[in-house]
Structure formats: structure tokens, C-alpha cells
């Protein structure tokens, strides 16, 4: 006779199987949203501190004070952040068809001969052999570039055109989601911690750890990294140099990236301005980008960041590389996240397992 299965047994077998089904089932339906909802988590995790100060102030009016919150992060955040991507948008689409305009060709080419030419021979000799080209053709290597820029940035604006209900969708859900994660976020992270078969201590840990990196990350890093963007941004509009909006947006994201930062910006405007025609801006954009722009990440980021978040750098830079590949934009912040969740356990195992058994 064959072995008897406890009926307990069948039934957890069969409670799995039908709870990670739902699972699945769950995961598909939202799956058209979980980038609206995570950045609406985001966006409340960040803002949350107001929000508790917020309802204090109107004598505990949880959600009077979640539907405030949820206009002011519409109204302040998230309808500027659309605007600025448009304007990069058109901006980036401007530059690509003057680099094509044979008129503006003419003149550029000139312009980039002169620069050419007040670089040392050996310098370009240098370049040539490491480079394995016969010669540095800037224009073409510009055009080649702003092509790629260009064609990414219009295809998804394309994109966003042609799906733009879905866009809605998820732009109203995203706000919709606001108020909720606003009026029941503690709610809901008490039912998500309840679920979690570990001990208090360890899961307070874990959230502790989720939290600190955020806040370094979005306050830390992306506050940061938005002033410098909003300062050389203002300046190159104050001094006339156009497409400023585009600039800013490119030294925020640059800013982001760990041993890249502002500089990738300034130096080379600045840089090209001094060569070319306008020595004074370029030197205004030196002296402002080496001074002010990228002065603010030596400081703020020190200040703001402190010791709450220790991670390996080495680690913690090859993590956001990796997870801008898998999830795009959203990796400078997942990324760090994952890492410290990841820390975490380790340190967890450490403490249950391998301590235990000595």
C-alpha cells in the first residue's frame, strides 16, 4: 500500500498552490501600474515627515491633511517634472535638426576647426592611436551622439503620444494612489510587517534600513543632484545660453551617477564656449560649475546623508549601474534600496544562524 499523505499536508499544498496562482493572477492585473504606484510610494515615503507635521497642526484630520498633501505633490512635483521632460524633449529634437541644418553645419564646423586646432599635435596624435581612427572627426562624433539622444528621447515621447490614455492612467493613478498611501501609509505598512515571519527587532531593522537608504537616496542624492541642475540651469539662461532647461536636466542626471557628476556638464560648455566665441561666458561657466555647481555635492550631500547608510561604495556603484539596465530610471533609487534590504539579511543570517551555531 502507497504512503498516506497527512490531509493537513494536501491542504497546505493545496493553499499554496492556490495562493501563489492568486499571486500571479494579482501581480498581472496591477502589473500596468506598479510603476505609477511605486513612484506614488516614493513620492509619499518622501514626503511623509510633512504630512505627520501637517496633521498635528489640523488637530489629527488624517485625511484633510492627505488630500493637502496630495495637491501640494501634484501641484509642486510632479506637473513641473512633465513640463521639464517636454521642454527637454523639444529642446533635444531642436538641437539634433540644426546639427543636420547644412546652413548651422557650415558654421559649426568651422567653430569646432578652430578648437581642433588649439589642441596640441601630439595630443590629437595620442587620441588618434588610442582611439584607432585616422582622424577625430568632432562634428560627425557630435552628430552621432545627439542622434541617439535625440531618437531615444522622441521615440519615447512618440510612444507616450500614441499609448497617452494609458499615460493618463497611470498619471491619475499615480495621483490617485497619493492620497491613500498619505491617509492609510501606516495602516498599510503595519499589515505588510505583520506578514513577514521574522522577529520584531529584525524587521524594525529591515524597514529602519529601507528607510535610511531612501532618504539618502531621494533627499541625499536626488535633492542634490536637483540643485545643481536648478543653479547651472538658472545661469545658463542669466548669461543667454540656450537650451538651459536642457542643460540643467542633463547635469541633474549626471549628478546622479556615481563618479560622474555635474562636471560632465560645465567643463565641456564651458570649455567650448572659451575656444569658440564667447570667452567670458566660458570662463563664467568654469569658475560657476568648479565654485558653486559642484561645491553643492561636496557639502549638501555630507550634511544631509550623514552615517545613517553605510554601504560599500564599490558595491553600491556597481548596483546602480546594474539595476539602470534592468530598471531603467528607477534603478538609481531601487538599486541602493535593494542593496541595504540585501545588507540586512546578511546581517540577519549572520546573527540566527552563524553566531547561534558556535
Not at 540643467?248 to 549626471?254: D, W
Not at 545613517?308 to 564599490?314: E, G, Q, R, Y
Not at 531601487?334 to 540577519?348: K, Q, R, T, V, Y
Amino acid at each position: 500500500m502507497g504512503v498516506k499523505v497527512p490531509r493537513k499536508q494536501v491542504f497546505s499544498w493545496f493553499f499554496i498552490a492556490i495562493f501563489l496562482l492568486l499571486l500571479y493572477i494579482f501581480y498581472q492585473i496591477l502589473n500596468p501600474f506598479i510603476l505609477a504606484l511605486f513612484w506614488g510610494a516614493i513620492t509619499t515615503l518622501t514626503l511623509y515627515p510633512i504630512h505627520i507635521r501637517l496633521t498635528k497642526l489640523l488637530k489629527n484630520k488624517n485625511s484633510i491633511s492627505a488630500l493637502i498633501m496630495t495637491i501640494v505633490a501634484t501641484f509642486l512635483i510632479i506637473l513641473p517634472i512633465v513640463f521639464i521632460l517636454a521642454t527637454v524633449a523639444v529642446d533635444m529634437f531642436d538641437i539634433y535638426q540644426s546639427l543636420t541644418n547644412n546652413v548651422e553645419v557650415s558654421e559649426l564646423k568651422s567653430k569646432l576647426a578652430k578648437l581642433k586646432g588649439l589642441l596640441p599635435v601630439t595630443v590629437l596624435e595620442e587620441l588618434q592611436s588610442k582611439l584607432q581612427i585616422e582622424e577625430i572627426n568632432v562634428h560627425q562624433m557630435a552628430v552621432k551622439g545627439l542622434s541617439s539622444a535625440s531618437t531615444y528621447v522622441i521615440n519615447e515621447v512618440q510612444n507616450a503620444a500614441t499609448n497617452l490614455t494609458g499615460l493618463l492612467v497611470s498619471f491619475g493613478i499615480m495621483i490617485f494612489s497619493l492620497f491613500f498611501f498619505f491617509r492609510d501609509g501606516e495602516s498599510m505598512l503595519e499589515r505588510i510587517k505583520s506578514l513577514i515571519p521574522m522577529k520584531d527587532e529584525q524587521k524594525d531593522e529591515i524597514f529602519k534600513k529601507f528607510y535610511d537608504t531612501l532618504n539618502a537616496v531621494i533627499v541625499g542624492v536626488m535633492v542634490t543632484a536637483a540643485i545643481q541642475g536648478l543653479l547651472l540651469g538658472l545661469f545658463f539662461w542669466a548669461i543667454g545660453i540656450s537650451y538651459a532647461v536642457l542643460g540643467g536636466v542633463l547635469t541633474f542626471i549626471f549628478a546622479l551617477i556615481p563618479i560622474a557628476g555635474a562636471v560632465i556638464v560645465w567643463l565641456p560648455v564651458g570649455l567650448y564656449l572659451v575656444f569658440t566665441s564667447s570667452l567670458y561666458a566660458g570662463i563664467g561657466v568654469l569658475v560657476f560649475g568648479g565654485l558653486v555647481v559642484s561645491s553643492v555635492d561636496n557639502i549638501l550631500k555630507p550634511m544631509i546623508i550623514g552615517g545613517k547608510v553605510k554601504l560599500s561604495t564599490l558595491f553600491l556603484v556597481l548596483t546602480i549601474f546594474g539595476s539602470l539596465s534592468v530598471f531603467g530610471f528607477t534603478g538609481i533609487i531601487l538599486g541602493p534600496i535593494l542593496l541595504a534590504i540585501f545588507m540586512s539579511f546578511i546581517e540577519i543570517y549572520k546573527s540566527e544562524y552563524l553566531e547561534s551555531s558556535d
